[in-house]
C-alpha cells in the first residue's frame, strides 16, 4: 500500500519567517491533497495537486507536486501565527485516502 | 458547501461502556468513512461506506463496528469501549476525489 513521510515531524519558527514541509510517497502520485488541521479540530482542505510539476498558491501558501509525481511541498511564505497547526498531505487509494503522520507547526510572535 | 456534522466534540465514557458516535452530511454524498488519529500514527482507516448498509472493514477495524441505515448518516460504534480506544475520532464524506471531513470527537475513556 501507499505510504506518505512527511517531513520535519514538527516545526517551529518566529513570525515572517518562510518555511517548508515536504511529503514523500512511496508509490506515484495520482493526486496529492494538503490539509490543515487546527488543534483539536478537523480538516481543512487547502490544495489540491494532480499534473507533475504543478504549482498552486493560496494567499501564502505555496504546494508544488514534483514532475516524478512522487513527492509534495509546501512552502508558506512570510509565516504568521494563523498559521500554526498541523499540516497533512493525502493521497486517494483505491477506496480512501492515505495520509502522511503530519508536521505541527509553531509560529512564535 | 458540504458540510459533515459530527454530533459531539468532547465524549468520556467508562470501559466496557456501548458508544456511539454519530456523522451526517449533507451533500447526498455516496462514500462516508471513519478515521480515527493519533500523535506520531497519523490518520488511520476504520470503516468506510460506498452505499447504504454497506461496509467495508479499513486498516483497523478490530473493536469497532458501523451502521449505514441512511444516505446521510453514518455512524460509529465501539462495542465495548477501551483505554486504548482512547483517540480523536474524525468522520469524512467524499464525491469523487473531494473530501470534506468532520470536526473531530475526542474521546476519552476512562
Known amino acids: 500500500s501507499q505510504e506518505l513521510e512527511q517531513s520535519p515531524q514538527s516545526l517551529i519558527v518566529q513570525e515572517g519567517k518562510n518555511l517548508t514541509i515536504n511529503c514523500t510517497s512511496s508509490k506515484t502520485l495520482y493526486g496529492l491533497y494538503w490539509y490543515k488541521q487546527k488543534y483539536g479540530e478537523g480538516l481543512i482542505f487547502l490544495m489540491m495537486?494532480?499534473?507533475?510539476?504543478e504549482e498552486k498558491s493560496h494567499e501564502k501558501i505555496t504546494a508544488k507536486l514534483d514532475e516524478k509525481k512522487q513527492q509534495s511541498s509546501l512552502h508558506i511564505t512570510a509565516s504568521q501565527p494563523s498559521h500554526a497547526g498541523i499540516y497533512l498531505c493525502g493521497a486517494p487509494g483505491n477506496n480512501d485516502m492515505r495520509f502522511g503522520a503530519g508536521t505541527r507547526l509553531t509560529v512564535k510572535p | 458547501d458540504v458540510k459533515v456534522t459530527q454530533s459531539s466534540r468532547y465524549l468520556v465514557k467508562r470501559t466496557g461502556e456501548k458508544v456511539f458516535l454519530e456523522c451526517v452530511q449533507d451533500m447526498d454524498h455516496e462514500n462516508m468513512f471513519w478515521y480515527r488519529q493519533d500523535p506520531g500514527l497519523g490518520l488511520r482507516l476504520i470503516y468506510f461506506s460506498y452505499d447504504v448498509k454497506m461496509k467495508e472493514k479499513g486498516d483497523i477495524p478490530e473493536g469497532y463496528s458501523v451502521s449505514r441505515e441512511k444516505k446521510e448518516r453514518f455512524s460509529l460504534i465501539l462495542e465495548s469501549a477501551s483505554t486504548n480506544q482512547t483517540s480523536m475520532y474524525l468522520c469524512a464524506s467524499r464525491r469523487d476525489y473531494g473530501y470534506t471531513f468532520g470536526s473531530g470527537t475526542r474521546l476519552t475513556v476512562v
Open positions: 495537486l494532480q499534473k507533475g510539476g
